[in-house]
Each structure stands twice: as C-alpha cells, then as structure tokens.
C-alpha cells in the first residue's frame, strides 16, 4: 500500500521538479507536450520500500540515490533478538506438543509428570486448571514457553558466571538447549563437560555429554534424549577454538 509521504526537491537544472509519489489519487501526466517530452526526456519511476517514485528526466543517478538514501529503512530500530531467540526453533522441535483431534494443546503425563504445551511441567494450581487431557489455549502456552525460555536463560547464565567463563554463541546455545531439557540442576551434574569449558576443549567437552562420570557408558541424558543428545554434542563439537577467541577479545 503507498504512503502520503511528501519528498523534497531534487537539485537539478530548471525546471525543477517535485519527487512526489505515484499513487492511485495522483498517477504520473501523461499529457505532457510532445515537443517537452523529446526535449527532457522521459521521467523515471523506481519503487523503493512499497512506494514508487517519480524522478525528472533531468537527474542524475547520484541525486537520485542520495534521495533514497535519506528516506528511512522501515524496522531500521528492530532490536537485536535476546539470546533465547536463537535456539527457540530448535528447543520447539525437540520438545514437540501433543493436541486433541480439534488440534488443541492438552494436558499429558509424561514420565509420569503432568506436562503441557511445549516441554512445559505444570506447578501446582496449573494442575487444578488443566488436569490431564484439558484443553489449553494457544495464549497460556505461548506465555508459558516464553517464560520457560527466560528461565532457562537465567540459570545457564547464572552456571556460566559461576565458573567465571564466557563461551561462543553456538555454545551458550547448546547449553540453553540443555537447561531448558533438566533445568539447572541436570546440567550442573556434567562436571567433566564444565571442566572442559574451563579449559577451553570444546570436542571434549562434546564427549563429556554423552557419557557418564565413570565414563563406563552412556549418561542419562543421552539415554533419554537419544537424538537430541547426539545432535547438539555434535554442535558443541564442531565450535573452533578460534570463535573462543573471537569470544574472549
């Protein structure tokens, strides 16, 4: 849709001409004189952020970019997306949900804990609301999730300041991952893989998360998860020691 948005003059030799938008309500002439139209050439239309507009023949390529180049990028203020954001996709497909034949959220059990929405534990009161099978609306898993992200994000971050090290993106998210799957708790049991962190290895550290303290087998964690234990070590693997740098400067 076009906006009203008034352009300044272009600099250029007489006749000046208005840069104005070309919309339904004020369409380009076409009437002008044959004998002006050969003399000045033909007016140029370009389109920039849904909107066309509308230059004098006469300009040139640098007065027109530099026009555009004033106007401003729309979302140009978007913020940068909170850390959580980035593996919110990931953690989704993981956890999954399950819904009722009319494609609602319901309540289930799972190990044995009432669950809902996205990997979500019901407390308490939640229970009293939506015992098994309830249907959950949309609003209240969204917000659930939202709130198990930032949760999640706080504890990791809190672990990551204890052992006083900074890590790359990709690992904050492999361990966000991790946090959200057995909480804090879960995570802080993985003494080798902190261990490794410190140095920094992250390929031992990767290794550290599929086998147990003994290391006479497979941890729980990957008894539990199976894929998804396998797929975020493999991500932690793959970190170079040169993004640890990049991180640390």
Known sequence: MS????????????????????????????????????????????????????FPATATDDQIFEFLNQIPVENEEAKEPQEPL????????????????????????????LSGGIGHQLTKEEKKLYPKGTAIPDDVVDVWFKEDMEQADNEITELLELHKIR??????????????????????????????LEIPDFKEAARQMLINTAETGKSQYLKDVGNRALQLSARMAAVSNAEQEQTEE
Do not use: C
């Open 3 to 54: 906006r009203q948005t008034a352009a300044p003059n272009l600099d250029v030799k007489e006749p000046t001409v208005i840069v104005t938008p070309a919309t339904r309500d004020e369409p380009l002439p076409k009437e002008e004189p044959q004998q002006q139209q050969e003399q000045q050439g033909e007016p140029r239309s370009i389109s920039f952020q849904d909107q066309t507009y509308t």
């Open 86 to 113: 980035r593996e919110m996709k990931s953690i989704k497909r993981y956890e999954g949900t399950r819904k009722n034949k009319d494609d609602e959220h319901i309540s289930y059990k799972d190990k044995g804990v």
């Open 167 to 196: 890590v790359p993106d990709e690992v904050f998210d492999v361990l966000l991952n991790m946090t959200f799957n057995m909480g804090q708790g879960g995570v802080k049991k993985f003494k080798k893989m902190w261990l490794a």
